[in-house]
């Protein structure tokens, strides 16, 4: 079923594998690399609590800008530094511990708010907006949400008119839900032009006719900027629309994939920071005689958070190394570094979403635990894990929705197949002729042979669900697009199976390697994922089956989820004690 090749297309990790050779881990960074991680640290350390506080959100970006992590991403003719795109993630990954109302404003300004213009910017306008923007003398929004309009954003009712002499668009409309709109200078606005067409534009957000609402009362990212934009005959050059009329979802939707991704890779450098407090706190607390640290109940959290920790930043570096390898290849073909970044994030839409649900929700367990360990304290203002409960929760609503990302990627691995752009069916057929054979009863060889064979039975699994549900909405017994309960439980498989696979390949690599690493962990977290993930994969494998396929159709393919289900029984108590042990005597994130 799978064949092994260096870098994968987009969704390819369904049918294709690659060696361990091939990808990168963090134990690849450069002296380099681990300059500008220690540079990342230091402005952290420097900045303080001030990453909380509203009043000092300009400051930091300007300070962020001079250390050149605002231009990181951006090519030097316009003001930035044109970093790698695994060098760009590991800075995502340091500054993602600087709490939520810091990342939300860099990952606002970065992301969603430069992208845009690079992306589909006239060379004018990146001249104009893109240095002043790397540097931190601009800071940018995105303006897109709407009252009525957030998941369905070509909802939007915001309008474009142009003017009598033809020199302006006259936007009228509302905007909520802004990050960084407190002070930002430039803003990317998304209209109607006439009402109908769906258009980009850049704004100067000094121009009259804009006022801004209060800052919004949140649950949590107090320290960021959030409020609503009002536009009422705002006067906007006409060269200053960006891309082509009605192509406004172009902008939208593909500025989105790299802002998933990014939010993904903070949200674990924010979960090895609440780790880290987490194990400090636990080896302090003395209860019963003994730092609560030594009881079981602690060991078990400390060692599920570290282990979903390790498992999402394998695949933040695989899937940062697919971008890496994607624009590289585009570049050689003489393709413009814009245009280059933009294809390598849409080719990778489906993994940048992966990214993104995984990061947003291991953050929220990791948090959660954090909270738990430190009892009552954890719900006191005055201790940092009251604060970090609360301000993880956004993630998993902005960036699109985790619902939303999950039915999108579905819905883009299933386009890639009809379109053929991704060969399914032959894969999900020969999963199927499978069922009808005796199984392979040979064991599996090498230090990670039933590792491997656990992989390859999670991807069957996943083609045999969804090409059945495919199957079933071709024969026209359901439409997919209103089954989002099995859509969703499709996408969990796969979120699983990726992550489980970056984890294996990121061990083997080591295990293979000269890296004079202790694999004691990671074998550890190996075996543990891979215990948990199989247990889950079955569950959401069969209910989906149960909800569309009937009798005998059904009864093999439960008889297959059982079959793709054999890694074998691990001693889960003994795993988390070398995981949770590794941390304590660490005092920290423990790999």
């Known amino acids: 079923m799978e064949t092994a090749i260096k870098t994968l297309q987009g969704g390819g990790f369904i049918i294709a594998n690659q060696q361990p050779q091939d990808v990168f881990i963090p134990e690849d960074f450069t002296e380099d690399q681990k300059m500008i991680r220690q540079l990342c640290h230091d402005f952290l350390a420097e900045a303080g609590n001030d990453v909380h506080a509203l009043d000092k959100q300009v400051a930091l970006m300007e300070k962020a800008g001079a250390l050149g992590l605002l231009g990181a991403h951006m090519p030097e003719e316009f003001g930035g530094t044109a970093l790698d795109t695994n060098t760009n993630t590991l800075i995502g990954e340091e500054l993602g511990r600087g709490g939520g109302s810091f990342d939300t404003t860099y990952a606002a300004h970065i992301g969603i708010g430069m992208l845009p213009i690079l992306y589909f910017g006239t060379d004018a306008q990146r001249q104009q907006y893109l240095p002043g923007l790397c540097s931190g003398a601009l800071k940018a929004a995105y303006c897109l949400t709407e009252p009525g309009s957030g998941s369905d954003a070509l909802a939007a009712k915001t309008r474009a008119e142009i003017s009598p002499d033809g020199k302006n668009y006259i936007l009228n409309g509302q905007k909520m839900w802004i990050s960084n709109a407190g002070f930002a200078d430039v803003f990317i606005v998304f209209a109607k032009i006439n009402g109908e067409q769906f258009t980009g534009f850049i704004v100067d957000a000094h121009t009259p006719g804009i006022t801004l609402g209060e800052e919004e009362h949140k649950l949590g990212i107090k320290g960021s900027s959030t409020r609503q934009v009002f536009f009422e005959n705002v006067q906007v050059p006409v060269a200053n629309l960006l891309g082509e009329a009605g192509k406004g979802h172009l902008i939208a939707f593909n500025a989105l994939n790299i802002g998933r991704f990014k939010l993904g890779v903070m949200t674990m450098g924010g979960c090895k920071l609440a780790i880290d407090t987490s194990v400090r706190y636990a080896n302090e607390r003395i209860q019963f005689g003994k730092p609560i640290a030594s009881f079981g109940a602690i060991q078990y959290k400390l060692a599920q958070q570290i282990a979903l920790t390790y498992t999402l930043e394998c695949a933040c570096y695989r899937v940062s190394d697919f971008m890496q390898d994607k624009k590289d290849a585009l570049t050689v073909q003489g393709i413009s570094y814009s245009d280059a970044m933009l294809q390598s994030a849409k080719e990778y839409a489906v993994e940048c979403a992966i990214i993104k649900v995984a990061g947003s929700e291991c953050l929220h367990y990791v948090v959660d635990e954090f909270l738990q360990i430190h009892g009552g304290y954890g719900y006191s203002e005055e201790y940092p894990a009251a604060r970090a409960y609360r301000d993880s929760r956004i993630n998993r609503i902005y960036e699109g929705t985790n619902e939303i990302n999950r039915l999108l990627m579905v819905d883009q691995i299933i386009k890639r197949a009809f379109k053929g752009e991704l060969d399914l069916i032959g894969p999900a057929w020969s999963v199927q002729k499978e069922l009808t054979q005796m199984p392979d009863r040979t064991e599996p060889e090498g230090e990670f042979g039933y590792e491997q064979k656990a992989i390859a039975d999670f991807k069957k699994i996943l083609l045999m669900v969804a090409g059945a549900a495919a199957k079933y909405q071709m024969d026209g017994k359901h439409d ?15 979120i699983d199976t990726f992550q489980a696979e970056s984890l294996l390949l990121r061990v083997q690599k080591v295990a293979s390697g000269n890296y004079n690493s202790d694999l004691a962990v990671p074998k550890a977290i190996l075996k543990l994922y891979l215990h948990d993930a ?45 995981i949770a042990k590794a941390c304590i005597e660490k005092n920290g994130y423990p790999v």
């Open 480 to 494: 997919l697009t209103h089954e989002q309960q099995i859509v969703m439980q499709i996408a969990d498989i796969a």
């Open 534 to 578: 199989q247990g889950r994969i079955s569950k959401w494998g069969t209910d989906a089956l149960a909800s569309f396929a009937t009798g005998d159709e059904l009864s093999i393919m439960l008889k297959g989820v059982a079959r793709f289900s054999k890694y074998p029984v691990q001693n889960v108590k003994e795993l988390r004690n070398t």
